[in-house]
C-alpha cells in the first residue's frame, strides 16, 4: 500500500486548482439510469470513488466513455440489463445505494445490495428505504439486500425525514422525478451537492423547486432527456488546501473556488486570525506572521460547518494559541485522526462526540496512519508544518477523495513525495 511522505518546509505560496465535487459526481451519474438518452458530466474528478460507480454503472448496462484524462464521462444507460447492484462493489462504497432510487423509478423493480458500516459511523440506509416507500415501493431486506418493487411505477408522495440526510434526499430526488404526481421532501438536505444534482436533473427535462431550501417538491414527468452538465466545484477539497497556507503561512489562491459554498468555514478561518478573500480566479487565502487563535467548531448539515471538514480544522488548531473545543454532530465515530494527532505531539482529550484541543508551538513528525478519507489529509496538512518527516501510512483512502494530491501541494512549495508500494 502506497506512503506518503511529507517534510514541513515553511510557508506556502502559488496557485492550486479545484476539481469539481466527489461527492455531487456520485450523485450525478446514478442520474444516468433515469434516461435512453446520453448524459455527460464534464468537471468531472479523477478519483477512485469515481472509478468504482462507474464500475456498479457498468455492472448495470451503463456504456461510460471516459474523456480528457477522466474530466469528461460520457454516460449512456439505453437499456439497463441487470437490476441488482451487487455486494462486491457496493461493499466498497455507501454512495452505491444512490443507484436505487433511478433504477426504481425507471424499470420499477432494483435489488442493493445493504452497504455495512463504515469507518466513521455506522451509517444506516434506513431513511433511503422510507423514502422509497413514502413514494409507493415496497422493500424487502433479504440476503444483505435490498428487493425494491414499484409495481405500476413509482407514486408521487410525501417524503419527511426526521434528520437531515444527504443521501437519502439525493436517492429521494432521483426517484420522484419519474414518479406519477407530484412529490415533496421535507427537511431536505441543502447541501450544494443537492442544488447541482436538480440542475442538472432540469437540463433533463425534471421538474423541481426548492433546491436549497428544506422543502423540496417534484412534478413528476414521463420520461427525461439527455444532458451535458459540469459538475459543482468540491468545496471539501477546497477548504482542505484553503487550510494549507493557514497550517503553513504564505498565500495560497484557489482556482475556481466559490466564497458561498464555504461560508461558515470562512468565518471560522477569519475567527482564527486567517486572512480570506475574493480574487481573481478564486480564493485567497494567507496568513504572514503571528499565531492562529483557538475557535470553537460544531459541525452541522449545510450552510453550517461540513463534517467533511472537520479533520483538516483539527490540524490547524493543534498549533493555534488557546483550547479549541470541536464537537461532532453527524458522525459518532469521525475523531479517529485524534489519536494519530497525539503522536505527532498535539495535545487533544476526546470525550464522545466532543474534542479539546489545546494549541501547542510546533508538531514534531511521525509516523502515522490513515483511518478514512478527511483523516489521512488532516495528517498530511499537520505533517506540511511538523518539524521534520512525518510518513502518512495506508492512503488508499486519499485516492478516493483528492486528486493529484502531491503534485497540488508540491506546485506551492511542499516537500511532499509518495512512495509506491507493490
Ligand atoms: N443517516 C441515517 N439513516 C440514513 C441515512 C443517514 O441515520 O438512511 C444518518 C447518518 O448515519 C449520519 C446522518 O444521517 O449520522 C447524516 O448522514 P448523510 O446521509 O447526510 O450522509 P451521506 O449521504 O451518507 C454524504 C457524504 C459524506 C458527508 C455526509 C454529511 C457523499 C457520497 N457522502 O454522506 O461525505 O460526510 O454526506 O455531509 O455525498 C466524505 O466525502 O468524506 C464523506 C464521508
Known amino acids: 500500500m502506497d506512503r506518503i511522505v511529507v517534510t514541513g518546509n515553511g510557508q506556502l505560496n502559488g496557485q492550486i486548482p479545484i476539481a469539481g465535487a466527489k461527492n455531487a459526481c456520485l450523485t450525478l451519474m446514478p442520474a444516468t439510469l433515469l434516461s435512453e438518452e446520453p448524459l455527460t458530466l464534464t468537471n468531472a474528478p479523477r478519483l477512485s470513488d469515481i472509478a468504482t460507480m462507474s464500475a456498479l454503472l457498468r455492472s448495470l448496462g451503463t456504456e461510460i466513455t471516459s474523456m480528457q ?4 464521462l460520457a454516460m449512456s444507460s439505453h437499456g439497463i440489463d441487470n437490476h441488482k ?3 462486491e462493489i457496493v461493499r466498497k462504497m455507501r454512495a452505491s445505494i444512490l443507484v436505487l432510487g433511478p433504477m426504481l ?4 423493480h432494483a435489488v442493493v445490495s445493504l452497504p455495512g458500516g463504515c469507518a466513521i459511523g455506522a451509517r444506516p440506509v434506513d431513511l433511503h428505504l422510507r423514502a422509497m416507500e413514502a413514494l409507493g415501493a415496497e422493500m424487502d431486506l433479504r440476503d444483505g439486500y435490498v428487493h425494491a418493487t414499484a409495481k405500476g411505477g413509482l407514486k408521487g408522495g410525501i417524503v419527511d425525514f ?3 440526510s444527504v443521501g437519502a434526499t439525493e436517492n429521494a430526488l432521483l426517484a420522484a422525478v419519474l414518479a406519477k404526481g407530484t412529490s415533496v421532501i421535507r427537511n431536505a438536505a441543502r447541501e450544494p451537492e443537492i442544488v447541482d444534482l436538480v440542475h442538472c436533473l432540469r437540463r433533463m427535462g425534471a421538474q423541481i423547486e426548492g433546491e436549497g431550501t428544506s422543502e423540496i417538491t417534484i412534478q413528476g414527468v414521463d420520461r427525461l432527456g439527455g444532458a451535458t452538465h459540469p459538475v459543482v466545484a468540491d468545496r471539501i477539497e477546497l477548504g482542505t488546501y484553503m487550510l494549507a497556507p493557514a497550517i503553513c503561512g504564505g498565500e495560497v489562491e484557489l482556482l475556481g473556488g466559490r466564497m458561498d ?5 470562512c468565518e471560522k478561518l477569519d475567527a482564527a486570525g486567517i486572512t480570506v478573500r475574493e480574487s481573481e480566479n478564486g480564493i485567497t487565502v494567507s496568513r504572514h506572521n503571528g499565531r492562529t487563535q483557538a475557535v470553537d467548531v460544531t459541525t452541522e448539515p449545510f450552510p ?3 463534517t467533511d471538514l472537520q479533520a483538516q480544522m483539527m490540524a490547524l488548531l493543534c ?8 464537537e461532532e454532530k453527524i458522525f459518532e465515530n469521525r475523531f479517529m485522526h485524534a489519536p494519530e494527532l497525539q503522536r505527532m505531539g498535539a495535545s487533544i482529550d476526546v470525550h464522545g462526540g466532543t474534542a479539546r ?5 510546533k508538531l514534531k513528525g511521525a509516523p502515522v496512519m490513515a483511518t478514512d478519507l478527511r483523516a489521512s489529509v488532516s495528517l498530511i496538512l499537520a505533517g506540511l508544518a511538523a518539524e521534520g518527516e512525518t510518513i502518512v501510512n495506508r492512503v488508499y483512502h486519499l485516492d478516493r477523495g483528492y486528486e493529484h494530491v502531491e503534485d497540488k501541494l508540491s506546485a506551492v512549495g511542499a516537500k511532499i513525495e509518495r512512495i509506491h508500494e507493490a
Open 162 to 164: 426526521p434528520i437531515v
Open 261 to 265: 459554498l464555504v461560508g461558515a468555514f
Open 304 to 306: 453550517g460547518f461540513p
Open 69 to 72: 484524462g477522466g474530466k469528461v
Open 357 to 361: 484541543v489545546t494549541g501547542v508551538e
Open 105 to 108: 423509478a425507471r424499470e420499477g
Open 85 to 87: 447492484a451487487d455486494y
Open 319 to 326: 498549533t493555534a494559541e488557546g483550547t479549541s473545543v470541536l
